[in-house]
Structures are given as structure tokens and as C-alpha cells.
T-cell receptor
Framework: EPEVTQTPSHQVTQMGQEVILRCVPI?????FYWYRQILGQKVEFLVS????????KSEIFDDQFSVERPDGSNFTLKIRSTKLEDSAMYFC???????????FGSGTQLSVL | AQSVAQPEDQVNVAEGNPLTVKCTYS??????LFWYVQYPNRGLQFLLK??????LVKGSYGFEAEFNKSQTSFHLKKPSALVSDSALYFC?????????????FGKGNQVVVIP
């Protein structure tokens, strides 16, 4: 089965630093997503991306967050100035269409110290 | 707002016994409902979804789920559990309006199948 790849698997950073989480979606997919899960809490929707622009975003996705598809294969999530409460597992996902099944990556565990 | 409740943190079941993982949801309008499974160090994997039609949905690995509109539930079931079914199970909902966007997940249920 095709896979979504996320790197790194673990990222440790200092509060206030910028981080970029990377994802390689499945090659023929057109819709891309970021979700996160704070330890012990629910998996939360952050943002969806289609046709090189954000199609939906949640209240969590404030000005500190941005997404980009810099080339034909990567999909990145940037947090400009990390806060302690940004510590979470971040999942990237992709799908062929707006109603098609999502394929998730194995996640990046972000720890902000 | 949309939300999912998975009331039990952990479900223990003996191998060969029926497995049920409970999920109730809240959404404005018609729901899309999903079950995902997560094995250690892996991403969430799609099991099944309900969009419309037959209330009983069959999915991967022998799992099925029943949509009950009056009880706003979408419980996951398997007639005979295997040790390899031990994993974390997530229920998710979104309003059909959003398609795949804005999935609201539950906290997840750890299923432990005892040999």
C-alpha cells in the first residue's frame, strides 16, 4: 500500500525557535492535510491544502503556522516561533479527492523545551 | 461544531470473542463517519467509512460498523478478535459539507486482545 512519509520522526526545539515539519504525500494525491495530537488529547484538524492554497483551517492554525508545497513532492508545516503548547504529534495526510480516504503518515513528535 | 466521544480508554477482549469499540458523535447536518486504526510507530490507517446508504458498513480486516442515526452512534465491531487486532482505534466525524476536511477525531481506544 502507498505511504505518506514524514520527517523527522522526532524533533526537539527550544521555545521561540522556528521548526519545519516535512511530509511527502502519495504521488498522485491532490489534497493535503495536517493534524496534530497533544499527548492524551484528541487528534485535531489543523489545515487542508489544495491547488496550492489553503482550503480550510482550524482555529488552532494561527499566524504562527504556515504550509507550503515548495516543489512537486513535499508538503511542509512551518511553526514560526514555537511555544510550549505546540508540543504534540503532528500527522500529515493526503487524499486523491475531497471525499476519498485519507492516507496518514506516521507522524513527527515535536517537543518544545 | 462537530465532535466524537469514545467513552472507554481501553477495551480488553479475549482472542476469539466479539470486539466492540464504541463511538458517539455530534455534527450539524449529515455526517461522514470513519474508523481509523493505529499500530505502534505507524500512521493512522483507514478501516471503513459511512457516507450514505446501508447502515451497516463493512471494512478492512473483518471489521464492520453500524450507523445509528437516532442514537448518533457508529460502533465498530468484529465478530472474532485476533491478537493482531491489538492497536489504537479512532472514530472520526465530519459534516458532509466539508468532505474530508475538518475531521473531528475521538481520543482513541486502546484495544488489547488477550491470547
Amino acid at each position: 500500500e502507498p505511504e505518506v512519509t514524514q520527517t523527522p520522526s522526532h524533533q526537539v526545539t527550544q521555545m521561540g525557535q522556528e521548526v519545519i515539519l516535512r511530509c511527502v504525500p502519495i504521488s498522485n494525491h491532490l489534497y493535503f492535510y495536517w493534524y496534530r495530537q497533544i499527548l492524551g488529547q484528541k487528534v485535531e484538524f489543523l489545515v487542508s491544502f489544495y491547488n496550492n492554497e489553503i482550503s480550510e483551517k482550524s482555529e488552532i492554525f494561527d499566524d504562527q503556522f504556515s504550509v507550503e508545497r515548495p516543489d512537486g513532492s513535499n508538503f511542509t508545516l512551518k511553526i514560526r516561533s514555537t511555544k510550549l503548547e505546540d508540543s504534540a504529534m503532528y500527522f500529515c495526510a493526503s487524499s486523491m479527492g475531497p471525499d476519498a480516504r485519507l492516507f496518514f503518515g506516521s507522524g513527527t513528535q515535536l517537543s518544545v523545551l | 461544531a462537530q465532535s466524537v466521544a469514545q467513552p472507554e480508554d481501553q477495551v480488553n477482549v479475549a482472542e476469539g470473542n466479539p470486539l466492540t469499540v464504541k463511538c458517539t458523535y455530534s455534527v450539524s447536518g449529515n455526517p461522514y463517519l470513519f474508523w481509523y486504526v493505529q499500530y505502534p510507530n505507524r500512521g493512522l490507517q483507514f478501516l471503513l467509512k459511512y457516507i450514505t446508504g446501508d447502515n451497516l458498513v463493512k471494512g478492512s480486516y473483518g471489521f464492520e460498523a453500524e450507523f445509528n442515526k437516532s442514537q448518533t452512534s457508529f460502533h465498530l465491531k468484529k465478530p472474532s478478535a485476533l491478537v493482531s487486532d491489538s492497536a489504537l482505534y479512532f472514530c472520526a466525524v465530519t459534516a458532509r459539507l466539508y468532505g474530508n476536511n475538518r475531521l473531528a477525531f475521538g481520543k482513541g481506544n486502546q484495544v488489547v486482545v488477550i491470547p
